[in-house]
């Protein structure tokens, strides 16, 4: 039997089923005699000395923790710099380690979650201290490099691409008299995985969405507006689904919230499509309906893809399974082994080759006037929307989600203090 404890955090944005790999690691470890504890808040807790005892939660609870959205100990947005830039950090945290005897860290997030592992992996070593740090793959925005694809981006894509579908006939229904242009912001900072994903609503040129914008094309606002008027002349109205991320020729976001950047260095990004909208109206002359989903997007459990759930599933068993194989400073990736039919596997990745590299769409999966989607993105995307797994219902109608105790281990170390 294995001797130690292993922590479980989640980190950054969650997703529909990130709870789900939460359900795989636990499940996974009990199976093999590990007990867990969960980090309340991420690296926050860690730090913090916040520990939750997952033992204390019945088997009935963690199952549900499957099919319920959201960040069940907690999330956070907070990244720690370089080993010596942030030292006191990096050594209070393997002081927290070392008091709860914890010798397996697997840290559920994206690019800078992977690189806070390895870090994390690195002092340990030079601490001579035993410990196997294993990333977990986290995020709707798919960037994360050397993974085929990202658990929580499938159930985003089938979530963006049906809502696409369902405004779409709403918008042709009122278009003789009322909406002309319907314009949808899609998450993507640097990477349109999101807004290329609506392109599956549609089949044809005079299907939505008509126009997609995309953050790997400069934004050209008289392109932009010649083709908005050229779709509602054929069609009869225009759908078009615009990244928030975005940018102008010269490097400059179309949505800049202007509410500075978060710990992750990353600017407030929102509003790109009230941008856009307003712009068709001054200029067209349209009446024009926009919205911004945000949340929704990687909160929408309810319709969820089951491609996406079993690979949320399987990365937090195999996180376990490479933890206890003492793989450190690794990540369980998929590799997709065919699109016809579609199968993929759990293979093993350096998070030296993850950490701080950004997986952008290939070129060959922009439509070569850069407003649409091409037939190979089609082929990538559509597997990973593909299935249903629904949340069980209660008799009221709402989906029966569950909540964790999250009983608190006690602090053996003093208080933390930045």
């Known amino acids: 039997?294995?001797?130690?404890?292993?922590?479980?955090?989640?980190?950054?944005?969650?997703?529909?089923?990130?709870?789900?790999?939460?359900?795989?690691?636990?499940?996974?470890?009990?199976?093999?005699?590990?007990?867990?504890?969960?980090?309340?808040?991420?690296?926050?807790?860690?730090?913090?000395?916040?520990?939750?005892?997952?033992?204390?939660?019945?088997?009935?609870?963690?199952?549900?923790?499957?099919?319920?959205?959201?960040?069940?100990?907690?999330?956070?947005?907070?990244?720690?710099?370089?080993?010596?830039?942030?030292?006191?950090?990096?050594?209070?945290?393997?002081?927290v380690l070392k008091a709860h005897d914890v010798r397996w860290f697997l840290y559920n997030g994206g690019n800078d979650s992977?690189?806070?592992?390895?870090?994390?992996?690195?002092?340990?070593a030079e601490f001579g201290y035993p410990l196997t740090c294993i990333g977990v793959p986290k995020t709707v925005d798919n960037d994360l490099a050397v993974t085929d694809c990202c658990p929580g981006f499938g159930s985003a894509a089938k979530y963006t691409a049906v809502s696409v579908r369902e405004c779409a006939l709403d918008v042709a229904a009122m278009a003789e008299t009322s909406t002309k242009v319907f314009v949808y912001e899609a998450m993507g900072r640097h990477a349109g995985w999101l807004a290329a994903a609506s392109g599956l609503a549609g089949k044809n040129a005079d299907q939505a969405p008509h126009l997609i914008l995309f953050p790997e094309r400069p934004y050209d606002e008289a392109d932009f507006l010649v083709q908005v008027r050229k779709v509602v002349a054929r069609v009869g109205h225009c759908?078009?689904?615009?990244?928030?991320?975005?940018?102008?020729?010269?490097?400059?976001?179309?949505?800049d919230a202007g509410g500075g950047k978060d710990s992750f260095g990353h600017t407030q990004l929102g509003g790109v499509a009230s941008f856009l909208a307003g712009r068709v109206k001054d200029q067209l002359g349209l009446k024009v309906h926009w919205t911004l989903p945000d949340y929704l997007q990687r909160s929408a459990r309810h319709i969820a893809s089951r491609t996406d759930l079993e690979q949320a599933l399987a990365v937090g068993k195999a996180a376990v399974q490479f933890a206890l194989k003492g793989m450190n400073a690794t990540m369980p990736v998929i590799k997709r082994v065919s699109d016809a039919p579609y199968r993929w596997k759990i293979e093993a990745a350096p998070l030296d080759r993850i950490a701080n590299h950004e997986k952008k769409m290939p070129a060959g999966f922009i439509r070569k006037d850069g407003y649409g989607i091409t037939a190979a993105a089609r082929r990538y995307l559509e597997p990973l929307i593909r299935g249903e797994a629904p949340p069980p219902y209660g008799r009221d109608g709402i989906p029966d989600y569950v909540a964790l105790k999250n009983s608190a281990v006690r602090r053996k170390l003093p208080a933390w203090k930045e």
Do not use: W
């Open 1 to 95: 039997m294995p001797t130690g404890t292993l922590l479980y955090a989640q980190s950054g944005g969650v997703t529909a089923v990130i709870n789900a790999t939460a359900s795989g690691v636990i499940a996974e470890a009990r199976a093999r005699k590990v007990k867990v504890l969960a980090a309340r808040n991420g690296i926050l807790g860690a730090l913090r000395e916040e520990l939750i005892d997952t033992s204390k939660e019945p088997a009935a609870a963690i199952r549900a923790l499957a099919h319920t959205p959201g960040g069940a100990f907690g999330s956070c947005r907070v990244k720690l710099k370089s080993l010596e830039a942030d030292r006191a950090r990096y050594e209070r945290l393997l002081a």
């Open 114 to 124: 992977a690189d806070t592992a390895n870090k994390v992996s690195k002092l340990a």
């Open 239 to 255: 759908v078009v689904v615009a990244s928030e991320g975005i940018q102008t020729a010269d490097g400059r976001f179309v949505a």
